[in-house]
């Protein structure tokens, strides 16, 4: 094993050569923070958020496609990046609809994490209130495109770990949205096999499991009924 | 077929020549105004009145001067007719007769032309771009020829390097430089591709090339893919541009025929075939990656550089990747040698470059002027200046570049130069405004562009471009404020740092060069401060 060592942050790193950037970073225990990034899947270098400063180079480098070279210096967290950061983040939030409270990735959301992560409180940006639509033609899973950031983690993830290629991007700019299938319903896509990978590695509410909805909650209405009457009729079977 | 034998065949179609051509226009700015009739008509007038013997009509491609056409050109004198109509047809001939005309005379030794200086159109609108045995009566493919049997690929590498050429797709990256990496790629597949996608809005440099002259540029891709050791080329057009890819799917078919494209090319061990790729019209498939995953026919989405596509293009094979133009280049570089040609221009910016000069200006047209000519030269002279009022400012570059103010006019036409001034080369577009021109209109003109045209995949360009044109258009309805203007240059730094590829990366171009040149006309449209708060601010400072 060759190796190569660099600076981060100063710390001087040993790494295996041919590593990222943010590889390394991980293993000096320097958190970067990602978004379109996952562990098994090839590179998409979307969200920008990894993007980190690197001594002789005026260009910011994203961490994750960035291959670690000898004697490299590296800055993971600038005030300029810092600054970067959170102006991705508010971008984020303004071009979907993420209201939190009501969202079954509540507590569990890598956007939220992150937003958290680079104290972004509000969005200096204005909400665009996309109506791009939820699909829940599929028997077990359910996708709001609202929520999506399309980071094309599911993309890859259906593409090169499940073999089935359910997903692709269909148009362009900010008309971009997540394709099932031949732009189908996701539940007539024959392609799925319902492995759910997709919803493990979607980083927000966008592709959820069905039952865990808030907006699922189905009140037993014919209950009330049932026990109004059964007290005034004395009826107790229902 | 040897060089003898080429030399010959040019000199037999030299000779077949009649002593007068009446040469007109078919590029499809002339055809939308009913050229091929008038070419119909000259035709017939030249039959009516028994000319033939020595008088010829021929359809050419593009002359230049556009915005005045349709044109037709008498070679012996050069006499130049603009406007034409269909009518005044009969009335040319005669002029050749003893007769008279009524179709407006232009005047060829306008600086227009006189300061023009032609490599790359050397052939454009004096031979017919449907005739392979036209470009060869013009010296043609005799440069391929030369490299082939004169030459080894490093040394045409040399060549071109040595010629100080650059990229002209908008880059400016020293083409032999780009040459040298893929020749030093192991050998095994190699693809050559030329870029003809030109998404800028209002360019047609390429368009023209294409359409007047094809085999200049398949004669520059064959000797690349002889440099770098090449034996397939795709050439990527617009499917908006038909006339070009018509012309295109015929020379190359005349091509082969003649044994210059093909296996064997002049019968030497050199094997080179030419496919061409229509792209459906997106702006951000002009950019490498992305027209590359054009061609092997994924979504046009552009990819993080490094790899560059020298080291793992089109089917991760090296390629080459050039835009029209630069390849239009080539032939004359390597018949009339890189010394010659690095005396054009300037120091870092070699050659000629084409610019489609449109605008608030008198002349309209396509131009092909040595680097290092000024903008005023530009402009004023050759463009005649704007015809009523004065000129505020030239945009270079399209959406990538920025607008130039008038107190900069004296700025030399050079990569470096452009760059320095806040603006880039580009592709070619160089568009004139005058004082009524709104800057912060024309801001919002280019970043409606780019949000349109951003693929979508980063999140800065897909979402950075929709909210600085939601904020020009806030400030242009007047209900912007001053925090608004500097939250918008803030983004628009952001949005240049941060993305992935070249269309966001220099998107806030057309915004940031007006707010630093003409920085008084956002102001002008701020909000007013509530009048309460006026003299806090003032007591504030
Ligand atoms: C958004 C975008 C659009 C582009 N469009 C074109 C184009 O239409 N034609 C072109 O030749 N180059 C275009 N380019 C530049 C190409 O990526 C590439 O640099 C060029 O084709 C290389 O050729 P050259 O070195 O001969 O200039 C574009 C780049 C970007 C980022
Ligand atoms: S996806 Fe994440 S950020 Fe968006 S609404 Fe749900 S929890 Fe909030
Ligand atoms: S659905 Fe989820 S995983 Fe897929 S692109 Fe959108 S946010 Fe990413
Ligand atoms: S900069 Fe724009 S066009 Fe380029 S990858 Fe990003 S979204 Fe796509
Ligand atoms: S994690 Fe590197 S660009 Fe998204
Ligand atoms: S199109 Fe006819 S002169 Fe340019």
New interface residues.
């Given amino acids: 094993m060759s190796i190569t060592t660099l600076k981060i942050n100063g710390q001087d790193v040993v790494t295996e050569s041919g590593k990222t950037v943010l590889d390394a970073a991980k293993e000096a225990g320097v958190a970067i923070p990602t978004l379109c990034h996952l562990e098994g899947v090839s590179e ?5 958020l990894c ?1 980190v400063e690197v001594k002789g180079t005026p ?2 480098l ?1 961490a994750c ?1 960035t291959p670690v070279s000898e004697g490299m210096e590296v800055e993971t967290n600038t005030p300029k990046l810092q ?2 950061r959170r ?2 983040v508010e ?2 939030f ?2 979907g609809n993420h209201v939190c409270s009501i969202c079954v990735a509540n507590g569990n959301c890598e956007l939220q994490d992150v937003a958290i992560e680079v104290g972004m409180d509000h969005s ?3 909400y ?1 209130f996309p109506d791009r639509g939820v699909d829940l033609s599929h028997p077990m899973f359910g996708i709001d495109h609202n929520r999506c ?2 980071c094309t983690r599911c993309v890859r993830v259906c593409d090169e770990v499940e073999g089935a290629h359910v997903w ?2 269909g ?6 949205y997540i394709v099932s299938g031949m732009d189908q319903p996701w539940g007539e896509v024959s392609a799925c096999t319902a492995c759910g990978k997709c919803v493990d590695a979607c980083p927000t509410g966008s592709i959820f499991r069905k039952g865990t909805t808030t907006g699922e909650k189905a009140g037993d209405r014919a209950k009330l009924e049932f026990l109004v009457n059964a007290r005034d009729k004395q009826e107790w079977s229902r | 077929m040897d060089l003898v034998e080429l030399k010959a065949l040019a000199a037999a179609e030299q000779a077949k020549f009649k002593p007068v051509r009446v040469n007109c226009c078919t590029s499809t700015g002339c055809q939308a105004a009913q050229s091929l009739e008038i070419t119909k008509n000259l035709a017939k007038a030249v039959k009516d009145r028994g000319l033939g013997d020595r008088v010829e009509v021929v359809g050419v491609g593009c002359m230049g001067f556009c915005g005045r056409g349709p044109l037709v050109q008498i070679s012996t004198d050069d006499q130049l007719f603009e406007a034409v109509t269909p009518d005044q047809a009969a009335g040319i001939i005669a002029s050749l007769d003893g007769g008279s005309t009524d179709a407006e005379v232009g005047d060829v030794n306008h600086p227009f032309f006189s300061r023009q200086f032609h490599i790359v159109r050397k052939n454009s609108g004096k031979i017919n771009p449907d005739r392979i045995e036209d470009y060869i009566a013009s010296g043609g493919y005799q440069a391929l020829y030369k490299a082939l049997f004169e030459l080894s690929p490093d040394e045409v590498v040399t060549e071109i390097t040595q010629s100080g050429l650059r990229g002209r797709g908008g880059g400016g990256f020293p083409t032999g430089v780009k040459w040298a990496t893929v020749a030093k790629m192991p050998e095994g597949q190699k693809y050559v591709i030329c870029n003809g996608d030109e998404g800028d809005p209002g360019a047609f440099m390429d368009r023209s090339v294409l359409e007047s002259d094809p085999h200049l540029v398949l004669e520059g891709m064959a000797i690349a893919a002889y440099a770098v050791g090449a034996d397939h080329g795709y050439i990527y057009v617009r499917a908006e541009y038909p006339l070009a890819i018509d012309r295109l799917n015929k020379a190359i078919k005349q091509a082969k025929k003649y044994g210059i494209l093909g296996s064997q090319i002049f019968d030497s061990p050199f094997d080179f075939k030419i496919d061409i790729r229509i792209g459906a019209g997106a702006f951000v498939c002009g950019e490498e990656t992305a027209l590359i995953h054009s061609i092997e026919g994924k979504r046009g989405n552009p990819r993080t550089r490094p790899p560059y596509p020298a080291q793992d293009g089109l089917m991760h094979c090296p390629t080459l990747i050039n835009n029209v133009e630069t390849y239009a280049n080539i032939a004359t570089i390597i018949e009339k040698g890189a010394d010659w040609y690095s005396q054009i221009g300037t120091e870092g910016s070699k050659g000629t470059k084409i610019f489609a000069l449109t605008g608030k200006i008198r002349n309209n047209g396509l131009i092909e002027v040595p680097m290092g000519i000024t903008l005023r030269e530009i402009v004023e002279e050759m463009g005649g200046g704007v015809p009523d009022g004065t000129i505020k400012a030239v945009q270079t570059g399209g959406p990538s570049g920025g607008c130039i103010p008038a107190h900069l006019l004296d700025t030399p036409v050079d990569y470096d130069s452009l760059t320095k001034v806040g603006s880039m080369m580009g592709s070619g577009g160089m568009v004139v405004m005058d004082q009524t021109t709104s800057m912060v209109e024309v801001a919002q003109f280019y970043m409606d562009f780019c949000r349109e045209e951003s693929c979508g995949k980063c999140i800065p360009c897909r979402a950075g471009t929709v909210q600085l044109h939601s904020m020009l258009t806030r400030l242009l309805a007047r209900e912007a404020t001053a925090a608004d203007l500097e939250t918008m240059a803030a983004l628009c730094a952001m949005v240049k740092e941060m993305s992935l590829c070249g269309l966001g990366m220099t998107a806030p171009n057309p915004v940031l060069s007006t707010l630093n040149y003409f920085r008084s006309e956002y102001e002008e449209l701020l909000q007013p401060m509530p009048a309460r708060l006026q003299n806090s601010a003032v007591t504030a400072s």
């Fill in positions: 998409a270098a979307a969200c920008r993007a260009k910011l994203p496609v600054d970067y102006m991705i971008l984020f303004a071009e200096r940006f204005s665009r950031i399309l692709d991007v148009n362009r700019g900010e008309a971009c």
